[in-house]
C-alpha cells in the first residue's frame, strides 16, 4: 500500500478522498466540495469544515497535496479556495 492509498484506520473522509483521486487519475485534482458530497449528498455543506480538516492533517502528512491556483499551498497558512491532489 502506498501512502496515498487509504489506510484501515481512515476515516470516511478520507476514504472518499482518496477514491476520488484515484479516479481522477494522476496528476488531477479534485474539490473539496467534491469530497463532501461522496461522504454525505444531502448535507454537504456541513461536511467542508471536517474536509478542510482532514486535507490539513492529511497534508502534513505528505498523503495529499493542498493547491490554490495550480500551486502547492502550505496547510498550516492557505486561505479560499483549493483543491487537493495526490503526491508527485
Do not use: C
Request: proline residues 9%.
Amino acid at each position: 500500500m502506498t501512502e496515498t492509498q487509504p489506510q484501515p484506520h481512515d476515516s470516511p473522509i478520507e476514504i472518499a478522498l482518496f477514491a476520488l483521486l484515484a479516479e481522477a487519475g494522476p496528476g488531477k485534482s479534485v474539490s473539496p466540495e467534491a469530497v463532501a458530497r461522496a461522504v454525505d449528498a444531502e448535507n454537504w455543506r456541513r461536511v467542508l469544515a471536517q474536509v478542510r480538516a482532514t486535507a490539513v492533517g492529511l497534508a502534513r502528512q505528505g498523503r495529499v497535496v493542498i493547491t490554490r491556483h495550480g500551486k502547492p499551498a502550505d496547510p498550516n497558512a492557505f486561505k479560499g479556495v483549493y483543491r487537493l491532489k495526490a503526491p508527485d
